[in-house]
């Protein structure tokens, strides 16, 4: 109520001159680092590549005529599966670790928020690093499996598509539990109590409470997951090998590479198509669980 | 309240448990002295000694804190003003929307796009191209700390400012400044660790011989094992906690949770 007083109360001119000073510069940078860039991208993709890379303006569906060749298709469908796969782990793994945080004594639960992001604050390389010492043939892993004599040999875990998950998986799953807990931490008690008190069993009442209210969570964090899993070069280049190629290590390849900038364009479009699905699933998702609400 | 359920424990250690033994492990490594994971011949700092000697490492820390410092100055401020715009100027969800979007678009897209953006006009790759690029994304971050900061604040304050007389700008100097400063520099912290950590989009503006300390781990670690890395991890895991611990003082502990 008071900001709109306060925003009638300002007079015109320096309600103008506060818009241009505070919005002018940010919206100004913003569109010269992302609106154009993204723009030279989608322009890109209709354009030809040239001889020697870079671009030949000349317009063509050429690059999206190649996005649908079914070695592309294969790569974009193995990245979904991989990203997909790694998203339904954190989703199993993330939904107890939550659920149990909203049920720890009410002191507890920030400090146990944050002892979940804290890793995620450390270098993203140096943590996905971490998985080749422990998994490496001369790895902790494998040394331990000869220390208990479940092994002669050196063992190698790394340089298949389990592995790759297993780096996905670590480096985003706090980004699964967080929304996830924020959605379980929204729940009204008073749900759970009145469902008891008509008789269900405390995991019916999970299955037929808890779970559909935090749905929303759910799609969130699936979302933060699985976006950046697909758009991911590092994990498959680090530790998958050359076994696991996915649409991220195509579209450096066209852009660093085979210097192919207009079929990259289309590849790294491919990813932003796949986001905004998602993000449409979601925004529908949200309308219905309001319309029930 | 509702008792907790003892079995949960068991999914929530596991958790933990995934997320800190490979970090664990790392930090006890950085401590052997043979640098293998394999066998541990002894104590040693000596891979302490050998990362701070390393020249490709020290001139990729160089780097990346230019980069770091010129994008957390430069993003603070624009961020800050945006966030105020935001709050105080606009309703436009659409203006919401475009500020947040560094943040939401995948790393990958935002790095080619600048990448062909910067070759389009001619502007030479380097360091300040690694800089604006990563003012890009932290404006986003910086603008959303500030305005929950902003948000949240008694309003009548500013009113009463005003209603004493005080001009517009001499309000936001002795009464909004002052009041979101904590917010600010948590956005200031967040936006300079952000930077340090970044490897995606620094890979693909930094253009040929530019280094950041992140793009100089991934050619390390595509080798192999590499033993300074395991000290580099201790190091740059130290600096990240921290921040965390420096921004909890200033903001709390929820908007820590909240900006991850």
């Known amino acids: 109520m008071t900001k709109r007083l306060s925003k009638a109360d300002r007079s015109r001119p320096t309600r103008w001159v506060g818009r241009l000073l505070t919005l002018g510069p940010g919206g100004l940078y913003l569109t010269l680092f992302l609106a154009v860039p993204l723009a030279v991208i989608v322009t890109y993709s209709f354009m030809r590549r040239g001889t020697f890379g870079g671009v030949v303006y000349q317009p063509t569906l050429e690059n999206y005529r190649r996005a649908v060749d079914p070695l592309f298709l294969r790569i974009l469908w193995d990245s979904v599966r991989i990203g997909g796969l790694t998203t339904l782990l954190a989703l199993l793994i993330g939904y107890p670790a939550a659920f149990a945080i909203t049920k720890l004594p009410t002191r507890w639960r920030l400090p146990a928020l944050v002892a979940i992001v804290l890793p995620f604050w450390s270098n993203f390389l140096i943590r996905t690093y971490a998985w080749i010492v422990l998994l490496n043939r001369e790895g902790i892993l494998s040394k331990a499996l000869r220390a208990v004599g479940l092994t002669d040999e050196p063992v190698g875990f790394l340089y298949n598509r389990g592995s790759v998950v297993v780096g996905l998986l670590y480096a985003y799953l706090p980004l699964m539990i967080l929304p996830l807990y924020a959605a379980l931490d929204r729940i009204d008690p008073a749900l759970d109590e009145a469902s008891a008190d008509l008789g269900a069993k405390p995991w019916r009442t999970f299955i037929r409470v808890t779970v559909p209210l935090s749905l929303p969570g759910m799609t969130a964090g699936s979302i933060f997951v699985f976006v950046p899993s697909i758009g991911n070069f590092v994990v498959p280049e680090l530790l998958g090998g050359g076994q696991a190629v996915m649409v991220g290590n195509l579209i450096r390849d066209q852009f660093l590479r085979a210097r192919d900038w207009p079929f990259g364009a289309v590849l790294s479009l491919s990813i932003v198509g796949l986001m905004m699905i998602l993000l449409v699933v979601q925004a529908v998702q949200l309308k219905r669980t309001r319309a029930h609400a | ?260």
């Not at chain 2, 979007?101 to 897209?109: E, L, N, S, T």
Request: neutral net charge; hydrophobic residues 55%.
């Open chain 2, 1 to 260: 309240m509702p008792r907790f359920r003892r079995w949960l424990v068991f999914p929530l250690l596991g958790v933990y448990g995934f997320l800190y033994v490979p970090i664990v492990i790392l930090a006890v490594l950085s401590f052997n002295e043979s640098g293998l994971p394999t066998a541990w011949t002894g104590f040693s700092t000596k891979w302490y000694g050998a990362l701070f000697s390393n020249d490709l490492i020290l001139r990729g820390a160089r780097t990346t804190l230019v980069v770091a410092l010129g994008a957390t100055v430069l993003a603070t401020i624009i961020g800050t003003l945006l966030a105020l715009g935001l709050e105080r100027y606009s309703r436009s969800v659409l203006f919401d929307a475009f500020a947040i979007a560094p943040a939401v678009v995948p790393d990958i897209v935002l790095a080619i796009g600048l990448l062909a953006f910067y070759t389009m006009i001619q502007f030479t790759l380097g360091t300040v191209s690694v800089l604006f690029a990563h003012v890009t994304f932290n404006i986003a971050f910086v603008t959303a700390v500030v305005r929950t900061r902003l948000h949240n604040f008694d309003q009548q304050l500013e009113e009463a400012s005003l209603d004493l007389g005080a001009t517009e700008l001499r309000t936001f100097f002795r009464v909004t400044l002052p009041l979101i400063a904590p917010g600010i520099l948590a956005a200031a912290l967040l936006s300079f660790t952000l930077s340090v950590d970044e490897f995606v989009i620094a890979f693909f503006t930094r253009g040929a011989g530019v280094e950041t300390l992140p793009t100089v781990i991934y050619s390390m670690v595509r080798f192999g094992i590499t033993p300074e890395i395991n000290a580099l991890a201790v190091v740059l895991l130290g600096l990240s906690f921290t921040v965390v611990v420096v921004s909890q003082r200033l903001i709390g502990l929820r908007r820590v949770v909240d900006n991850a």
